[in-house]
T-cell receptor, first 113, second 111 residues
Framework: GQQLNQSPQSMFIQEGEDVSMNCTSS?????WLWYKQDPGEGPVLLIA?????ELTSNGRLTAQFGITRKDSFLNISASIPSDVGIYFC?????????????FGSGTRLSIRP | SAVISQKPSRDICQRGTSLTIQCQVD?????MFWYRQQPGQSLTLIAT?????????ESGFVIDKFPISRPNLTFSTLTVSNMSPEDSSIYLC????????FGQGTRLTVV
Protein backbone atom coordinates (compact mmCIF):
# COMPACT_ATOMS: atom_id res chain seq x y z
CA GLY A 1 0.00 0.00 0.00
CA GLN A 2 0.91 3.65 -0.12
CA GLN A 3 3.43 4.85 2.43
CA LEU A 4 4.68 8.27 3.45
CA ASN A 5 8.17 8.81 4.86
CA GLN A 6 8.43 12.03 6.84
CA SER A 7 11.68 13.50 8.10
CA PRO A 8 13.13 14.52 10.36
CA GLN A 9 11.34 12.70 13.16
CA SER A 10 12.14 15.54 15.57
CA MET A 11 13.86 18.91 15.56
CA PHE A 12 15.23 21.01 18.40
CA ILE A 13 16.13 24.46 17.15
CA GLN A 14 16.82 28.00 18.28
CA GLU A 15 14.04 30.59 18.22
CA GLY A 16 14.34 32.65 15.04
CA GLU A 17 15.82 29.85 12.95
CA ASP A 18 14.22 28.55 9.79
CA VAL A 19 12.81 25.02 9.77
CA SER A 20 12.48 22.55 6.94
CA MET A 21 10.78 19.15 6.87
CA ASN A 22 9.79 16.88 4.03
CA CYS A 23 7.77 13.87 2.99
CA THR A 24 8.33 11.32 0.29
CA SER A 25 5.89 8.79 -1.06
CA SER A 26 6.30 5.39 -2.65
CA UNK A 27 3.63 6.31 -5.18
CA UNK A 28 2.12 9.34 -6.85
CA UNK A 29 -0.17 11.62 -4.87
CA UNK A 30 -2.50 14.21 -6.37
CA UNK A 31 -3.02 16.14 -3.15
CA TRP A 32 -0.51 17.03 -0.44
CA LEU A 33 -1.57 18.44 2.90
CA TRP A 34 0.38 19.78 5.88
CA TYR A 35 -1.07 19.81 9.40
CA LYS A 36 -0.01 20.94 12.85
CA GLN A 37 -1.22 19.19 15.99
CA ASP A 38 -1.01 20.74 19.44
CA PRO A 39 -1.33 18.60 22.59
CA GLY A 40 -4.92 17.57 23.25
CA GLU A 41 -6.16 18.87 19.92
CA GLY A 42 -6.97 17.47 16.53
CA PRO A 43 -4.73 18.27 13.55
CA VAL A 44 -5.24 21.69 12.01
CA LEU A 45 -4.76 22.12 8.29
CA LEU A 46 -1.93 24.55 7.46
CA ILE A 47 -1.49 24.28 3.71
CA ALA A 48 -3.14 22.26 0.94
CA UNK A 49 -1.43 21.61 -2.40
CA UNK A 50 -3.23 20.30 -5.48
CA UNK A 51 -0.85 20.74 -8.41
CA UNK A 52 2.63 19.40 -9.15
CA UNK A 53 5.20 22.16 -8.73
CA GLU A 54 2.79 24.33 -6.73
CA LEU A 55 4.42 26.56 -4.12
CA THR A 56 2.03 27.98 -1.51
CA SER A 57 2.60 30.24 1.47
CA ASN A 58 0.58 30.82 4.63
CA GLY A 59 2.30 33.56 6.64
CA ARG A 60 5.72 32.26 7.65
CA LEU A 61 4.93 28.81 6.26
CA THR A 62 5.75 27.73 2.72
CA ALA A 63 5.04 24.34 1.20
CA GLN A 64 5.73 22.85 -2.20
CA PHE A 65 4.21 19.99 -4.16
CA GLY A 66 7.11 18.15 -5.79
CA ILE A 67 7.31 17.91 -9.57
CA THR A 68 7.44 14.10 -9.44
CA ARG A 69 4.25 14.15 -7.28
CA LYS A 70 6.03 11.87 -4.85
CA ASP A 71 7.31 14.47 -2.41
CA SER A 72 6.53 17.68 -0.59
CA PHE A 73 8.32 19.97 1.82
CA LEU A 74 7.27 22.49 4.45
CA ASN A 75 9.42 25.43 5.50
CA ILE A 76 8.84 27.63 8.53
CA SER A 77 10.75 30.90 8.57
CA ALA A 78 11.89 32.76 11.69
CA SER A 79 10.46 30.22 14.14
CA ILE A 80 8.67 31.43 17.28
CA PRO A 81 7.66 29.56 20.46
CA SER A 82 4.08 28.97 19.27
CA ASP A 83 5.43 26.93 16.35
CA VAL A 84 6.12 24.11 18.82
CA GLY A 85 4.06 21.04 18.05
CA ILE A 86 3.87 18.03 15.79
CA TYR A 87 3.69 18.58 12.05
CA PHE A 88 2.18 15.94 9.79
CA CYS A 89 2.28 15.64 6.06
CA UNK A 90 -0.59 13.83 4.40
CA UNK A 91 -1.35 12.81 0.87
CA UNK A 92 -4.14 11.53 -1.25
CA UNK A 93 -4.19 9.83 -4.62
CA UNK A 94 -7.52 11.45 -5.44
CA UNK A 95 -9.03 14.91 -5.69
CA UNK A 96 -12.54 14.40 -4.35
CA UNK A 97 -13.95 14.60 -0.86
CA UNK A 98 -14.22 10.80 -0.89
CA UNK A 99 -10.47 10.30 -1.35
CA UNK A 100 -8.59 8.66 1.50
CA UNK A 101 -5.79 10.59 3.12
CA UNK A 102 -2.63 8.89 4.35
CA PHE A 103 -0.52 10.52 7.07
CA GLY A 104 3.20 10.68 7.56
CA SER A 105 4.75 9.76 10.88
CA GLY A 106 5.11 13.37 12.03
CA THR A 107 7.90 15.81 12.87
CA ARG A 108 8.06 17.00 16.48
CA LEU A 109 9.34 20.58 16.64
CA SER A 110 10.82 21.96 19.84
CA ILE A 111 12.27 25.46 20.19
CA ARG A 112 14.91 26.78 22.56
CA PRO A 113 13.92 30.27 23.74
CA SER B 1 -13.82 24.76 6.15
CA ALA B 2 -16.17 22.86 8.45
CA VAL B 3 -16.70 22.99 12.20
CA ILE B 4 -16.61 19.52 13.70
CA SER B 5 -17.65 18.71 17.26
CA GLN B 6 -16.85 15.44 18.98
CA LYS B 7 -18.27 14.02 22.17
CA PRO B 8 -16.99 13.03 24.62
CA SER B 9 -13.67 14.87 24.55
CA ARG B 10 -12.19 12.25 26.86
CA ASP B 11 -13.22 9.20 28.84
CA ILE B 12 -11.77 6.54 31.07
CA CYS B 13 -13.46 3.19 30.58
CA GLN B 14 -13.31 -0.27 32.09
CA ARG B 15 -12.06 -3.10 29.92
CA GLY B 16 -14.81 -5.15 28.35
CA THR B 17 -17.18 -2.19 28.03
CA SER B 18 -18.06 -0.19 24.93
CA LEU B 19 -17.93 3.54 24.21
CA THR B 20 -19.81 5.41 21.50
CA ILE B 21 -18.20 8.57 20.16
CA GLN B 22 -20.33 11.17 18.41
CA CYS B 23 -19.27 13.49 15.61
CA GLN B 24 -21.38 16.46 14.52
CA VAL B 25 -20.58 18.67 11.51
CA ASP B 26 -22.01 22.13 10.92
CA UNK B 27 -22.70 21.44 7.24
CA UNK B 28 -23.85 18.54 5.12
CA UNK B 29 -21.01 16.33 3.91
CA UNK B 30 -20.96 13.20 1.81
CA UNK B 31 -18.12 11.37 3.50
CA MET B 32 -16.97 11.25 7.09
CA PHE B 33 -13.79 9.55 8.16
CA TRP B 34 -12.77 8.00 11.47
CA TYR B 35 -9.12 7.86 12.52
CA ARG B 36 -7.22 6.39 15.43
CA GLN B 37 -4.07 7.98 16.85
CA GLN B 38 -2.25 5.71 19.27
CA PRO B 39 0.00 7.36 21.88
CA GLY B 40 2.92 9.12 20.20
CA GLN B 41 1.90 7.87 16.77
CA SER B 42 0.49 9.24 13.56
CA LEU B 43 -3.11 8.98 12.41
CA THR B 44 -4.45 5.73 10.97
CA LEU B 45 -7.70 5.58 9.03
CA ILE B 46 -10.25 3.21 10.58
CA ALA B 47 -13.13 3.55 8.15
CA THR B 48 -14.98 5.79 5.74
CA UNK B 49 -18.66 6.46 6.45
CA UNK B 50 -21.00 7.36 3.62
CA UNK B 51 -24.54 8.34 4.51
CA UNK B 52 -27.05 5.63 3.63
CA UNK B 53 -24.59 2.78 3.17
CA UNK B 54 -22.33 0.52 5.18
CA UNK B 55 -19.01 1.98 6.27
CA UNK B 56 -15.88 0.87 4.45
CA UNK B 57 -13.21 -0.43 6.81
CA GLU B 58 -9.45 -0.35 6.34
CA SER B 59 -7.26 -3.39 6.71
CA GLY B 60 -6.93 -4.35 10.35
CA PHE B 61 -10.26 -2.84 11.42
CA VAL B 62 -13.56 -4.74 11.52
CA ILE B 63 -17.17 -3.76 11.94
CA ASP B 64 -17.73 -5.93 15.01
CA LYS B 65 -15.03 -4.04 16.90
CA PHE B 66 -15.72 -0.56 15.49
CA PRO B 67 -19.36 -0.31 14.40
CA ILE B 68 -20.18 2.99 12.73
CA SER B 69 -23.49 4.73 12.15
CA ARG B 70 -24.16 7.50 9.65
CA PRO B 71 -27.85 8.38 9.99
CA ASN B 72 -27.70 11.71 8.13
CA LEU B 73 -25.35 14.08 6.32
CA THR B 74 -24.16 15.93 9.44
CA PHE B 75 -23.69 13.19 12.04
CA SER B 76 -21.82 9.93 12.65
CA THR B 77 -20.94 7.70 15.57
CA LEU B 78 -18.07 5.30 16.15
CA THR B 79 -18.35 2.64 18.83
CA VAL B 80 -15.28 1.02 20.32
CA SER B 81 -16.56 -2.37 21.47
CA ASN B 82 -15.33 -4.78 24.13
CA MET B 83 -12.47 -2.46 24.97
CA SER B 84 -9.01 -3.50 26.11
CA PRO B 85 -6.07 -1.31 27.21
CA GLU B 86 -4.69 -1.57 23.66
CA ASP B 87 -7.67 0.53 22.51
CA SER B 88 -6.39 3.50 24.51
CA SER B 89 -5.96 6.15 21.80
CA ILE B 90 -7.27 9.39 20.46
CA TYR B 91 -10.16 8.83 18.07
CA LEU B 92 -10.81 11.56 15.52
CA CYS B 93 -13.48 12.17 12.95
CA UNK B 94 -12.86 14.24 9.87
CA UNK B 95 -14.67 15.46 6.82
CA UNK B 96 -13.13 15.90 3.40
CA UNK B 97 -14.15 18.79 1.25
CA UNK B 98 -11.08 18.81 -0.92
CA UNK B 99 -9.02 18.75 2.26
CA UNK B 100 -9.60 17.01 5.55
CA UNK B 101 -10.77 18.91 8.61
CA PHE B 102 -10.73 17.31 12.01
CA GLY B 103 -12.63 17.45 15.24
CA GLN B 104 -10.69 17.91 18.46
CA GLY B 105 -10.68 14.19 19.09
CA THR B 106 -11.78 11.85 21.86
CA ARG B 107 -9.04 10.74 24.21
CA LEU B 108 -9.90 7.24 25.40
CA THR B 109 -8.13 5.49 28.25
CA VAL B 110 -9.06 1.87 28.97
CA VAL B 111 -8.18 0.54 32.41
Amino acid sequence: GQQLNQSPQSMFIQEGEDVSMNCTSSSIFNTWLWYKQDPGEGPVLLIALYKAGELTSNGRLTAQFGITRKDSFLNISASIPSDVGIYFCAGSAGYSSASKIIFGSGTRLSIRP
Amino acid sequence: SAVISQKPSRDICQRGTSLTIQCQVDSQVTMMFWYRQQPGQSLTLIATANQGSEATYESGFVIDKFPISRPNLTFSTLTVSNMSPEDSSIYLCSVGTGSAFFGQGTRLTVV
